[in-house]
């Protein structure tokens, strides 16, 4: 499964939009990025994922370069409930392994 | 009210003592998965299940013992054998294995081996 590259931590204005990068160069054709955020003694959450095209839900968009070697999930408007650890990942889907590998990920936190 | 519960929120146990963790989903889902977390570190795979009465190790699994008698339930025991047992146990499921269905997690376990 390829790795992961995230910034340790990063801080945004409340209100404004949150730009979290993430570096996956040895990606495969057939991997997917996922983003999950974690809130301090609770379980991950899920965001979003993607494998090639740019995806958006309510709460996030994810831009992945036409490379697939990096990626950037945007919360369009950040409030002060979206600080957390964001973890992007990179799930392989015939790799014959079932899992999510998890980096230390980003520490988003939103100011007021 | 669909979700992954996860009982109880903190367990305490005195070292040599086994333990369970309960894990249920009422989303229908055919596999599920338990992971360990340690402070200030990402999630490790301990066991995986894909189906009923079936389930594979993960990276951690020594120490650890799973079943899944029912689809919506897959309970781990945390044994003697588990040299450093105190952290952060999280459940998760999904519809499916292939690399575009998303894991959903509960909201997690946290046992202090005293």
């Known amino acids: 499964d390829a790795k992961t590259t995230q910034p340790t931590s990063m801080d945004c204005a409340e209100g404004r939009a949150a730009n979290l990068p993430c570096n996956h160069s040895t990606i495969s054709g057939n991997e997917y990025v996922y983003w999950y955020r974690q809130i301090h003694s609770q379980g991950p959450q899920y965001i979003i994922h993607?494998?090639?095209n740019n995806e958006t839900n309510e709460m996030a968009s994810l831009i992945i370069t036409e490379d697939r070697k990096s990626s950037t999930l945007i919360l369009p408007h950040a409030t002060l409930r979206d600080t957390a650890v964001y973890y992007c990942i990179v799930r392989s889907t015939t790799s014959g392994t079932y899992k999510y590998i998890f980096g230390t990920g980003t520490r988003l936190k939103v100011l007021a | 009210d669909g979700g992954i519960t996860q009982s109880p929120k903190y367990l305490f146990r005195k070292e040599g003592q086994n333990v369970t963790l309960s894990c249920e989903q009422n989303?229908?889902?055919?596999?599920m998965y338990w992971y360990r977390q340690d402070p200030g570190q990402g999630l490790r795979l301990i066991y995986y299940s894909q189906i009923v009465n079936d389930f594979q190790k993960g990276d951690i699994a020594e120490g650890y013992s799973v079943s899944r008698e029912k689809k919506e339930s897959f309970p781990l025991t945390v044994t003697s054998a588990q040299k450093n047992p105190t952290a952060f146990y999280l459940c998760?499921?999904?519809?499916?294995?292939?690399?575009?269905?998303?894991?959903?997690f509960g909201p997690g376990t946290r046992l202090t081996v005293l």
């Open positions: 993607g494998l090639k």
């Open positions: 989303l229908n889902h055919d596999a």
């Open positions: 998760a499921s999904s519809s499916g294995t292939s690399g575009g269905v998303a894991q959903y």
